[in-house]
């Protein structure tokens, strides 16, 4: 039972654990996930630009934390307020 079928690659991101570490650290402002067309992806909560797209998940995080950086998605446009959640808290180094 070692190798999975090679088209399984296609259908999941190599290290799923990173994809769920990202949507822990970033889910709250940004829809995150993977797929064989655009590889790791992030995309605003607040529906600004476009996707942001990475090779790997180490430069997904980085290239998402400049765009929060010089943009902040306001909570109350990331999806909790409207669903009567409250905001989350923000990540780390976030002062707005």
């Known amino acids: 039972m070692g190798e999975a079928a090679p088209h ?4 999941r991101p190599a290290n799923g ?13 940004y829809r995150v996930g993977w797929d064989a067309v655009r590889g ?3 995309r ?3 529906g600004l630009g476009g996707d942001i797209t990475a090779d790997d998940p180490g430069e997904l995080r980085t290239a998402v ?3 929060y950086a010089l943009k902040p998605v306001p909570r109350e446009l990331a999806g909790y307020r ?3 959640v409250p905001a989350p808290v923000a990540p780390a180094g976030d002062t707005g």
């Open 40 to 42: 790791w992806w992030a």
């Open 82 to 84: 409207r669903a009567g």
């Open 65 to 67: 934390s400049e765009d």
């Open 44 to 46: 605003r909560r607040d």
């Open 17 to 29: 654990q990173a994809l769920e570490v990202l949507r822990l650290e970033w889910g709250q402002f």
């Open 8 to 11: 399984a690659a296609l259908s």
